[in-house]
Nanobody
Framework: QVQVVESGGGLVQAGGSRRLSCAAS????????MGWFRQAPGKEREFVAV????????YYSDGVKGRFTISRDNAKNTVYLQMNSLKPEDTAVYYC???????????????????WGQGTQVTVSS
């Protein structure tokens, strides 16, 4: 079992940067693929990025590709989301999630994930 806790959210101006962290408990963190999702008010939760357990494979949504970077440090049981060139439409609660299985495009969907954090709010002002 894995428990995940997000941090790093806050208020940032458009064009700015922010790094989110997701700290995971458990000895098996390095066997889980880790994803980031976000949910804006009144909208469904949407995929942002995912990284394989070894950190060698990633997927990004088209809306963040080239601006966001997902990475992980298995020695620290932590996954990161570096967000650059932020836009007001990036405003959302950002969630971290963990999945154990085959890495692939199906990890763009929420129902693939076994464990979720409580989320961290990111607000981008214009």
């Amino acid at each position: 079992q894995v428990q995940v806790v997000e941090s790093g959210g806050g208020l940032v101006q458009a064009g700015g940067s922010r790094r989110l962290s997701c700290a995971a408990s458990g000895r098996t963190f390095d066997t889980y693929h880790m994803g980031w999702f976000r949910q804006a008010p009144g909208k469904e939760r949407e995929f942002v990025a995912v990284i394989s357990w070894r950190g060698d494979l990633t997927y990004y949504s088209d809306g963040v590709k080239g601006r966001f970077t997902i990475s992980r440090d298995n020695a620290k049981n932590t996954v990161y989301l570096q967000m650059n060139s932020l836009k007001p439409e990036d405003t959302a609660v950002y969630y971290c999630a963990a999945d154990r299985g085959v890495f692939g495009p199906h990890l763009r969907t929420t129902y693939e994930y076994d464990y979720w954090g409580q989320g961290t709010q990111v607000t981008v002002s214009s």
